[in-house]
């Protein structure tokens, strides 16, 4: 019982802090600078490890099911059934994950080391809303950044599909692209649009709330950074399949 009360309690929390963040995007004054700053953090930052994740998820995709679409004559579609497999599902959870696992317990570490440096207290003697200056340019930063991640890693593991394919098993370049190209359609494209934006806002609103709930001093910074990553992991997952069944049915193709 007391389980259940601390996650509704949790939850209430962060449900207010992530109204209180929305709203402070629209209010005056903005923060421009810190949203830029955080942008170039989480986005710019993320490039080598998004690049590299969806290069090799696209290149394993492709040496996994190659000689299985073989054995069945259908090697045509590699090209489709690796796109759409990092389109519709792994493009936005690895990356959601690989964000998680550098910006999420950066923002939530940066955040809990202000608390128990008692800034946030000093921010709000100085008349600084915390919120609408920490808060909201990292809610907005991420969910500018992670579509565009999103998008990089889904057009990398297509190439890294494409070299393994015509590189280690000799498959013409022209029927992989082509496989691709005829595969993908415009539900596909905005499914894998709108995950990376609900996977965003979830992330942030976990990474900010531990963080600024942290306690314990320097050891409470730690457990508050380990608890952001795991909640935010576990969530994206979660909500990797309500979504996919969302999409599934208000757009009529299976997810």
Partial sequence: MNFIARFLFDLQEMSLLAARAVRGIFKKPHYIPES???????????????ILT??????????????????YGAVDQLGYLVSIS?????GPVLTALMVTGRAVSAISAELGSMVVSEQIDAM?????????????PRLLALIVTLPLLTLIADVMGIAGGWAVSTWLFGLPSSMFLNSVRDGITTDDIIGGIIKPLFFAFLMGTIA?????????GTVGVGRSTTTAVVTASIIVIIADFILARALQLILGTPT
């Fill in 124 to 136: 709000r003697a100085l008349g600084t809303d915390p919120i609408r200056k920490l808060v909201a």
């Fill in 36 to 50: 830029i700053a955080q942008m170039d953090y989480i986005g710019v930052g993320s490039l080598t490890i998004i």
């Fill in 208 to 216: 900010c709330h531990k963080g600024l709930k942290t306690e314990g």
């Fill in 86 to 90: 990092l389109v519709r599902e792994l």
């Fill in 54 to 71: 969806g290069f090799f998820t696209g290149g394993v995709l492709t040496l996994q099911t190659y000689q299985t679409l073989e054995s």
